[in-house]
């Protein structure tokens, strides 16, 4: 079953913050965050590992909630390249630890 | 410079007609993946393989085929069995087969019937 992010969309203007949101309804050991353009190939952004990890890349960082099997994704005074759809990718305790299972994806568009 | 070459970009298939998607790396990854991804739907994985001569199957193989002869070849096959064939297709490898390391992707194939 796939995690579901939230929002599904979101519009900002340049400078402003964003959060994406990860839920599962499985146990998880991983969350993996991706960037993709329109027409790209996704562009891997960083993996947490543990409960309550936070993670952070430029101005983005993440934190893991192992316990609420949710995670979040922080886009700080987001630039006009943040712009694309963001996927999160889920790794199931006690299922296959060899596969990922990915969410429909957060459209994130960023004006100037 | 390492990475995932797919070929070709673009894609036709008739009715009736399997088609094969090329993907190779020159990562050195042992694992190897194919995800299918259409509008709105995000990243759902077809097959994946671990090690060479192994493969699984993903969440949606039904109409799909592969094969693993070579670490830097997963070809996949579309079969005539896939009645919607339509989509964009991403391979992708990671170090090893695990959830724990990043997966790289390739440019993609974008499948369309005739």
């Known amino acids: 079953q796939q995690p579901v992010q939230s929002p599904q969309a979101v519009i900002l203007r340049e400078g402003e913050d964003a959060v994406i949101n990860c839920s599962s309804s499985?146990?998880?050991?991983?969350v993996h965050w991706y960037r993709q353009k329109h027409g790209e190939a996704p562009v891997f952004l960083m993996i947490?590992?543990?409960?309550?990890e936070q993670k952070g890349h430029e101005k983005i960082s993440a934190s893991f909630n192992e316990k609420k099997q949710q995670s979040s994704l922080y886009l700080t005074a987001s630039q006009l390249s943040y712009s694309g759809t963001y996927f999160c990718?889920?790794?199931?305790?006690?299922?296959?630890?060899?596969?990922?299972?990915f969410g429909k994806g957060t459209l994130l568009t960023v004006n100037p | 410079d390492g990475g995932i070459t797919q070929s070709p970009k673009y894609l036709f298939r008739k009715e009736g007609q399997n088609v094969t998607l090329s993907c190779e790396q020159n990562?050195?990854?042992?694992?190897m993946y194919w995800y299918r991804q259409d509008p709105g739907q995000g990243l759902r994985l077809i097959y994946y393989?671990?090690?060479?001569?192994?493969?699984q199957k993903g969440d949606i193989a039904e109409g799909y085929s592969v094969s693993r002869e070579k670490k830097e070849s997963f070809p996949l096959t579309v079969t005539s069995a896939q009645k919607n064939p339509t989509a964009f297709y991403l391979c992708?490898?990671?170090?090893?087969?695990?959830?724990?390391?990043?997966?790289?992707f390739g440019d993609g194939t974008r499948l369309s019937i005739l």
């Open positions: 990562l050195n990854h042992d694992a």
């Open positions: 499985k146990a998880l050991y991983s």
């Open positions: 947490l590992l543990k409960g309550g």
């Open positions: 990718g889920t790794g199931e305790s006690g299922g296959s630890n060899y596969k990922l299972t």
């Open positions: 992708a490898s990671s170090t090893t087969g695990d959830a724990i390391k990043p997966q790289h």
């Open positions: 393989s671990q090690i060479v001569n192994d493969f």
